[in-house]
């Protein structure tokens, strides 16, 4: 794995409007990145990032049976009683989930680290399948890459797959999001578009239409019941809402299902370290009221809630001044504090690998680059390549 200072190309950001890639720039700043790109081996790929993150999540499932058994361990992560039964019914049930991202630390050299799951809302799909494909295939076709280049990268016919299950029959299926991020609507915009390709009827509606009929249906803006809905929304806010409460009677198949409620948690690497004591891919971690958490010299403190580094604290002594505090609005819930490992650094970029499941299996990467340790949403985005 190495970082390559390949230039990024003149036109491509005509690239990205005809392809309808509308949050390339964020903040001001550039969000997609193609300066420099990674360079993998085969190898890499497959036996350091696909291996490990199948067998992240067959310990992630193995964790949903134990934390869905154990009313006092859902408490202790914060997942409101009222639900505890529905998340048991629906992990025994095998609803069908979508997709999430495993977050990992890896340099090319040394084992992958699970740093956390983010299981539930992960946006940059688009930019994972779509454009950064479309990048590579542009970059063959200028002999600015090799030919037989490729790319661990099948998120996309993934999805369309997975689609077919959900909507068979060509069933109605909704997309609920909070449409006023550019960077959701994106993403659900995608989701519904792979869908079509699937064969659905799609739809799309803001997260604030959505309402409920006598018989607990979700409907539209139409007060149409809603069959099938894919909500870009969090389950940890959706359950602490008023209508959130009839994610528990709904006949409408929502995805993500309950049970995701015990993996879109920070309560979840304890818990798998407690199951997987010593294994190669985890990281030492406790909840923060463990004894056993004082005896982390270097540590990472996570709120159990936080999205996008907020409320992330960071206590190592190779960093600058030693510390580094995020701020946010998360962390009432409590906490947990995993061991540090520091994200590697390629040239003055602090570089994570996101590696993304659909539905139960490997299907792609996405790298992620900042000027701190902490991944944020303005965090840019570098494409890759398989080195032929």
Known sequence: MKRVAIGERPDWKVHAKELGFTVHTMYGARYWDERNAYEFTLSEI????EDPTAALLD???QAVEEISADTALMDRMAIPGEYHAAIRESWINRDRDLYGRFDLAYDGNSTAKMLEFNADTPTSLFESFVFQWAWLDDMKKRGLLPADADQFNSGHERLIEAFRYFGKNGELFHFAAMLESDE??????YLADCAAQAGCVVRTI?????GV?????FTDQDDMRMVNLFKLYPLETMVREEFGRKLVTTPTRVIEPLWKLTLSNKGLLPVLWEMFPGHGNLLPAFFSDDPKAK???????????SREGANVTIVDPSIEGGRIDVDG??????????ATSLLPK????????????????PAGIGIREDDTPVTRDSSRFVPHYIKG
Request: glycine residues 8%; proline residues 5%; charged residues 30%.
């Open 46 to 49: 497959e036996h350091d990032i």
């Open 346 to 361: 390629f040239g003055d970029d602090w570089t994570v690998i996101g590696s993304w499941i659909v539905a139960g299996e």
């Open 59 to 61: 310990m992630c499932y």
């Open 295 to 305: 005896t982390l010299e270097s540590f990472v403190r996570k709120p159990l809630l």
């Open 329 to 338: 609005p998360y962390g009432e819930e409590g906490f947990v504090v995993q």
């Open 206 to 210: 803001d997260m604030p239409d959505i």
């Open 184 to 189: 959701d609507r994106l993403t659900l915009e």
């Open 213 to 217: 009929d006598a018989e607990d249906w």
